[in-house]
């Protein structure tokens, strides 16, 4: 394995100047642009990777963010981690990440993991609500932490979430334009905080308006076999025109298989709006009108955040609440 000194030796400089350019650090003997490239080839050429664990011992940082995703096999989460590592792999941080895979004593399993590692800070991206409560309290007490797409009762763990409510408000409130059609919204059986709001959203618009008795709300499971089965239902309850409004893209794919399956038109029958705005809502016939959460901005954020807590402890919890907004395609 090559050292610095290997690098050093072929490139005759000395090993602190290597240092100071593989760190991307300022050195008070100048670096000409021709050394510079040439310490990069010779870099590359002899395949150097350095030990971070060595330059945690000397530094006495680790340079390692330890990540908690609640599901990596769900497509939401993709673009979080996309916008997180553009921040935290610019600024040279390492990110280890770890599966809760849908489980809250595997998530808490997660956490003390990752805290084994002395990161300099972790990101833990949730749905809904905040679970473990107990050790994340604790770990806010020993390192830096924000939680993304989660929401914190704990006021002095930094957040950054999506203004649900106003999604689930903007979504009733496109879809009650649509004369003469009943409106219903898809639920969850078991809601998290985040449909909560989205529920409390559409009721609130349809009470601005007047038209409570347009409404009706129908739960069912999660996942597009959920919004397959209530779609079924909802189609031998109600009479066309209709206007669908599912708690994600997911279900809402779910209700368009099955409006395909009754021969039924959409929107011209039924029209279905979905939350989220995965990139499959762009691919599937029809197009999905659907909520967007700004997945990408809502990691940078909370990679930004956190490297501003690394960098000054003192400054208080944050709580960032980014707006959604509504995604017209063709199935309204």
Known sequence: MSKLEDIAKKASVSIATVSN???????????????????????????????????SLRTKKSSIIGVVVWDLTDPYFSDILTGIEDVLEKAGYHLVLNNAK????????????????????????????????????????????????????NKNISSVTVDNFKGGFMGAEYLLKRENTQLVYITAKDMTTDEEERLQGVI?????????????????????????????KILGRYKSPLSIFAMDDITAIGCIRAIKDKKL????????????????????????????????????????LLLSTIKNKTIPAQHVILNPKIVIRKST
């Open 21 to 55: 350019i593989l760190n991307n650090k300022d050195s008070t003997i100048p670096v000409s642009p021709k050394t510079r490239e040439k310490v990069l080839r010779i870099t590359r050429e002899l395949n150097y990777r350095p030990n971070i664990y060595a330059r």
């Open 102 to 153: 849908c489980q809250i004593e595997r998530e808490k399993i997660c956490l003390e993991k990752l805290q084994k590692l002395s990161p300099e800070g972790m990101l833990v991206i949730g749905i809904g609500q905040l679970r473990n409560k107990d050790i994340f309290s604790h770990l806010a007490s020993e390192t830096n932490i924000i939680l993304i797409a989660m929401k914190t009762p």
């Open 204 to 232: 609130n618009a349809a009470n601005k308006y007047n038209q409570k008795d347009r409404l009706t709300i129908v739960e069912t499971d999660i996942g597009e076999e959920g919004g397959y089965r209530a779609c079924k």
């Open 265 to 304: 038109s959409i929107p011209d029958d039924v029209g279905v709006l979905g939350f989220d705005d995965l990139s499959i809502a762009n691919f599937i016939e029809p197009r999905l009108t659907t909520i967007h959460q700004p997945r990408l901005e809502l990691g940078r954020k909370g990679a930004e």
